[in-house]
């Protein structure tokens, strides 16, 4: 069994910062992709951004130049550096794992419960 838990969401001024991290754990041999998601009230869920192992990264046009992701693979940790916040990023942000290889055997995605991220006007 592989659990996703993120911490760090809270509340925070517009153009202020908010640092967003999620650990993986369980019986994990390796981690292709891990990224957040995030899901503001009454609009649909969004690719925030996402890191390769080997660290390619993606961002959404609406966050790239504000938002950092990174990576730990030795503690299969995800990273999400938040700057320049607007009221607008108020969502539910969820940390994501794709291609997780578990011991014995078998490859999977995973997901966690998400944290709140408030961006106050």
């Known amino acids: 069994q592989v659990q996703l838990v993120e911490s760090g969401g809270g509340l925070v001024q517009a153009g202020g910062s908010l640092g967003l991290s999620c650990v993986a754990s369980?019986?994990?041999?390796?981690?292709?992709?891990m990224g957040w998601y995030r899901q503001a009230p009454a609009k649909q869920r969004e690719l925030v951004a996402s890191?390769?192992?080997?660290?390619?990264?993606y961002y959404a046009a609406s966050v790239k130049g504000r938002f950092t992701i990174s990576r730990d693979n030795t503690n299969n940790t995800v990273y999400l550096q938040m700057n320049s916040l607007k009221p607008e990023d108020t969502a539910v942000y969820s940390c994501?794992?794709?291609?997780?290889?578990?011991?014995?055997?078998?490859?999977?995605?995973?997901w966690g419960q998400g944290t709140l991220v408030t961006v106050s006007s």
């Open positions: 994501a794992a794709w291609g997780v290889v578990v011991l014995p055997r078998g490859k999977y995605d995973y």
């Open positions: 369980g019986n994990i041999f390796s981690i292709n992709v």
């Open positions: 890191i390769s192992s080997i660290g390619v990264t």
